[in-house]
């Protein structure tokens, strides 16, 4: 017997009753949500083919959208905990989209989806997020319509990893500065260089031998510090030019293991240090005759 059609809630043809039932999801998020910057992933290198993932990553866009904070009551996952590696903060958190929402802002020719391995920042936490699974049947088909009304974004508090952050906005792209991997200049010369300029060393920026990112530049004393490196830098290759202050300085020193991060905890440089008091670096065979 085949259900009553004046009262058949699951219609697919009830395009009215289902763009009311998307009105109200996307009004309510609107209300109760937050707005956050969706961050699509971009790779700009090879799948490696042993683990099937891809070495570089780099987000270069931002888009802003309002989201849902569905775990009112605190974090998720496993939270912060001690093991043999060191402090782990494994902070869950489950945040609601409207497919009509994610649809409005993110160009569908960068993503049609929300995308597991992309990043949320959510500006009044000042956390970013990594996408780790997204559900699309939360609803369930809701209404008898076969695409899903939200989205629930299943993430992880973010561990960054040298990726390329340059999206424009300045909180978001504080933290490459901020945490990525960074080393030290001793220079000498005139010319001030520009913060978050392009440096390198070599004939032109297309054939250098290395180049990083300013992250900070101190005059005083003449003392660079890039993040972003590529290649190394070393005084015998010629002086440290910047692509736009076109200053350029010749190197004294290079540090690549001071502890230049901030929120740096590492202490390399000085198990260095306490290692050359105990062990002969010079010594190329110490098992035998060379």
């Known amino acids: ?107 569908t020719s960068i993503a049609k989806r929300p995308r597991e391995g992309d990043l949320i920042y959510v500006p009044v936490m000042n956390k970013i997020f990594e996408i780790k699974y997204v559900e699309e049947e939360l609803l369930f088909f809701a209404r008898g319509y076969k695409y899903p009304y939200i989205y629930e974004l299943r993430c992880e508090a973010f561990r960054y990893a040298n990726e390329d952050i340059s999206t424009g906005v300045e909180d978001i792209d504080d933290i490459e500065k901020n945490q990525s991997y960074t080393i030290e200049l001793d220079l000498t010369g005139s010319g001030e260089y520009n913060i978050n300029e392009i440096v390198y060393q070599g004939a032109n920026l297309s054939v250098a031998s290395a180049q990083a990112v300013v992250g900070n530049w101190s005059g005083t004393d003449n003392k660079l510090y890039l993040h972003s490196v590529n290649g190394t830098f070393a005084a015998a290759s010629g002086n440290v030019v910047g692509n736009s202050s076109n200053t350029s300085k010749s190197i004294v020193t290079v540090d690549t293991m001071a502890d230049n991060t901030y929120y740096d905890l590492y202490n390399n440089k000085d198990i260095q240090v306490e290692a050359n008091n105990y062990v002969d670096l010079s010594e190329i065979n110490p098992f035998g005759q060379p």
């Open 1 to 107: 017997m085949a259900v009553s059609h004046y009262f058949n809630n699951y219609a697919a043809t009830k395009i009215n009753e289902i763009r009311l039932y998307e009105d109200v999801i996307v009004e309510s998020i609107k209300i109760m949500g937050h707005d956050i910057w969706y961050l699509p992933r971009e790779d700009f290198d090879e799948n490696d083919p042993i683990f099937g993932e891809n070495i570089h990553s780099r987000f270069e866009r931002a888009y802003q959208m309002e989201v849902y904070l569905s775990n009112i009551d605190g974090w998720e996952g496993d939270g912060e905990f001690f093991t043999k590696f060191g402090l782990e903060i494994r902070d869950n958190t489950n945040l609601i989209i409207a497919k009509r929402t994610f649809d409005k802002y993110m160009p």
